[in-house]
Nanobody
Framework: QGQLVETGGGSVQSGGSLGLSCAASSDVYSAHRSWMAWFRQAPGKEREGVAAIRPWDGYLTYAESVRGRFKISRDHSKKTMYLQMNNLKPEDTATYYC??????????????WGQGTQVTVSS
C-alpha cells in the first residue's frame, strides 16, 4: 500500500524528448481529493514542482519553466500518471520524482513519493 513506481527517464540531447510513468497503488491513486504531481531536484538545489494533476477530473497545472514543453496526463484504468517532456534543455537535468496525496505543486503537502528517476540533457 501507499506505493508509487516510476519508470522512464534517461539521457537525451538538447531539444529531444523523454517520457516518465508513475504507477500508483489503488489507495494512493484514489485518495479523496488528492492531487498527483511531478517534482524534480537538481544537485545542490531544492526540489521543485514541475506539473500536477487532479486524477478525478484531469485538471492540471504547470510550473512556468516547463509550460508548453511538458505534458502531464493520467490513465484511470492503469492508475498511472505520465509526464511527456519535449524540447528538453540542459537545465531540465535533474532527478524526477512522482508524488501523490498532496495538493497542486505544494511540495510539503505530498505524503507519498516515488523512488526518483534521472533525466540528463546534454547540450
Amino acid at each position: 500500500q501507499g506505493q508509487l513506481v516510476e519508470t522512464g527517464g534517461g539521457s537525451v540531447q538538447s531539444g529531444g524528448s523523454l517520457g516518465l510513468s508513475c504507477a500508483a497503488s489503488s489507495d494512493v491513486y484514489s485518495a479523496h481529493r488528492s492531487w498527483m504531481a511531478w517534482f524534480r531536484q537538481a544537485p545542490g538545489k531544492e526540489r521543485e514542482g514541475v506539473a500536477a494533476i487532479r486524477p478525478w477530473d484531469g485538471y492540471l497545472t504547470y510550473a512556468e519553466s516547463v509550460r508548453g514543453r511538458f505534458k502531464i496526463s493520467r490513465d484511470h484504468s492503469k492508475k498511472t500518471m505520465y509526464l511527456q517532456m519535449n524540447n528538453l534543455k540542459p537545465e531540465d537535468t535533474a532527478t524526477y520524482y512522482c508524488a501523490a496525496q498532496g495538493r497542486e505543486l505544494l511540495r510539503e503537502t505530498y505524503a507519498t513519493w516515488g523512488q526518483g528517476t534521472q533525466v540528463t540533457v546534454s547540450s
